[in-house]
């Protein structure tokens, strides 16, 4: 069966492309010439080439700056290595500046111009049109080159970014094709991760070209890559002294008679996640479908806000989970503010959010008041466009988002962006699409309540959860229902505890 997640050695750190600009200042800095970084990197690729396809004819095709450089050394090293190389340049060779002009200097063999490219009988073609320099859009001589390519059916190998693609945002120019393979140097770059960009990479291979990987301190990226690396030191842990009330007490907001499942997902999950106790607060006229349904998670029933205040006080709730099935009500609403105030950890999802549509600054300002507790929203596109409406990719939207909220803010997608108010940021990569299915966001809500709940940060319950969540989904692979992702939490958790 295809799993979704990537080998777990991919480095967590992501660069954005100014990160990755000051990478190569500091490597140069610190002594090692552009010319010899480029010399790596396009050595690099012709090295990985020549380990994965059989030498044959090949294509490179080189752009304006130094991503065309790096084209310039595969095709002198696949050269050297028997290859038959077709080398055609985007521009007039002699506009290439610097290192890019070096190496165009040591190309020995022709420079073809677009309209002279065959594209017949070749077994590769590698993209070093553009990379990390790519903006605005792509030429239509080069959209018209890139889509012959696509017909011709041949693998491309795109040298840092596939062209077109962008590094910090994952935007995809209309003329862009999907490569094969994409080589990224150092660290990968946001745009290998967010989609649409992600879909266009192929397998990423990183490789080092000789930076050292002590710059990353003083570059302090903003962005990485979920991952346990992350937060495998903050799960709850376990002691002997431990009982369940000193583990975290979860309330689960419930919806009306026709809406408890979510609810009921959303708190097993919460007790599978580690909240010693978990307690669904259900409105009167539900509470017996609740109770009948739920075992180990506690059920009770409040139907004024004023008593839902007394008792979050009173059984010392240290996290509410709310919106899930709950409905765009007045209730909803008004139990939302009153968690907020409470000094409980607030996870707000769903119609939680949606209720405050029309004036999002309030719900806002009382997360940013919030004098104990912290808070996760867990919008869906959609959730998040109602109450945020905000432009760019959905790393900038989700930090912004953040930012402006005052909480940690989970946008959910294949690729899953979380951010803390302040702009430290995972991007999430091990999601499957059978998570798209009613009520998976209720298990992942109720994960989030529950990690929460036993002790974890909220950026930190938030990212785990998701990877947890991701992790499910390739576990269970086609057929799943969100019903049986409770079942696999104990093995996914027990291979994180082996870890530790
Ligand atoms: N960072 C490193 O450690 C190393 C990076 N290498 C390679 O260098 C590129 C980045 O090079 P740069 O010259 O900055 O950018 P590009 O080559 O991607 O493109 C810049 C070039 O293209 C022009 N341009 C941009 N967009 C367009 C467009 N839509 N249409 C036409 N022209 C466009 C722009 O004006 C410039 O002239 C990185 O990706 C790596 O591949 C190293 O060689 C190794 C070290
Ligand atoms: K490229």
Redesign the pocket.
């Known amino acids: 069966m295809k799993s979704y997640s990537e080998p777990v050695s991919l480095p967590s750190e992501l660069l954005s492309v100014a990160e990755?600009?000051q990478?190569?200042r500091l490597?140069m800095e610190g002594g090692v010439s552009?010319a010899t970084?480029?010399e790596a990197?396009g050595k690099g690729i012709a090295d990985l080439i020549i380990d994965t396809w059989p030498t044959g004819r090949c294509l490179v095709i080189c752009?304006?700056?130094?991503?065309?450089?790096?084209g310039y050394v595969v095709a002198r090293h696949l050269t050297e290595a028997g290859w038959q190389i077709d080398l055609a340049s985007l521009v007039d060779p002699e506009v290439l500046t610097g290192?890019?002009a070096l190496m165009r200097d040591r190309w020995e063999d022709d420079i073809l111009s677009l309209r002279e490219v065959m594209l017949d009988d070749l077994d590769l073609v590698v993209d070093?049109g553009?990379?990390?320099?790519?903006?605005?859009?792509?030429?239509s001589d080069?959209s018209t080159l890139l889509s012959r390519v696509k017909k011709a059916a041949v693998p491309v190998v795109a040298?840092?970014?596939p062209s077109g693609v962008n590094g910090d945002t994952g935007a995809v120019d209309p003329g862009a094709i999907p490569a094969a393979m994409t080589v990224t140097?150092?660290r990968a770059k946001p745009g290998h991760f967010l989609y649409p960009g992600r879909s266009y990479c192929g397998r990423l291979q990183i490789i080092d070209?000789g930076?050292d990987v002590e710059y990353l301190e003083e570059i302090d990226p903003e962005t990485h890559l979920n991952g346990p690396d992350l937060w495998r030191d903050d799960l709850p842990l376990l002691t002997p002294e431990i009982q369940k009330y000193s583990r975290g007490h979860a309330a689960i907001v419930g919806g009306g008679i026709s809406s408890t499942g979510a609810a009921r997902l959303a708190a097993r999950a919460s007790l599978r996640a580690g909240a010693g106790a978990t307690t669904i607060v259900s409105p009167p006229s539900a509470l017996m479908i609740y109770a009948a349904a739920m075992e180990a998670v506690m059920v009770t029933s409040i139907g004024e806000a004023g008593d839902f205040a007394d008792w979050l006080q009173a059984r010392r709730i240290g996290t509410v989970l709310i919106g899930p099935g709950n409905g765009v009500t007045d209730r909803t609403r008004e139990f939302t503010l009153l968690a907020l105030e409470s000094a409980a950890n607030v996870v707000i999802d769903a119609d939680a959010l949606t209720v405050f549509r029309d004036d999002p600054d309030m719900l806002f300002s009382l997360i940013r008041e919030k004098d104990e507790g912290e808070v996760v929203l867990t919008p869906h596109e959609a959730e998040f466009e109602r109450i945020f409406s905000l432009a760019g990719s959905k790393l900038e939207r989700a930090r912004t988002a953040a930012a402006l909220s005052g909480a940690v803010v989970l946008l959910k997608g294949a690729d899953t962006v979380i951010s803390t108010p302040d702009g430290k940021a995972v991007i999430n990569y091990n999601a499957p699409p059978y998570l798209a299915t009613a009520g998976s966001g209720d298990v992942l809500a109720g994960l989030i309540a529950g990690l929460f709940s036993g002790g974890m940060t909220a950026f930190s319950a938030a990212a785990t959860a998701v990877w947890i969540h991701g992790a499910a989904g390739n576990m269970l692979g086609p057929g799943l229902i969100s019903e049986d992702i409770e079942n696999v939490i104990p093995e996914i958790l027990s291979g994180l505890f082996r870890e530790l």
């Open positions: 990755m600009y990478a190569d490597a552009g970084l480029m990197a752009g304006p700056g130094n991503n065309g450089g790096d290192d890019a070093a553009f990379g990390a320099g790519f903006s605005r859009f792509l030429e080069i040298v840092d970014m140097f150092f070209i930076i």
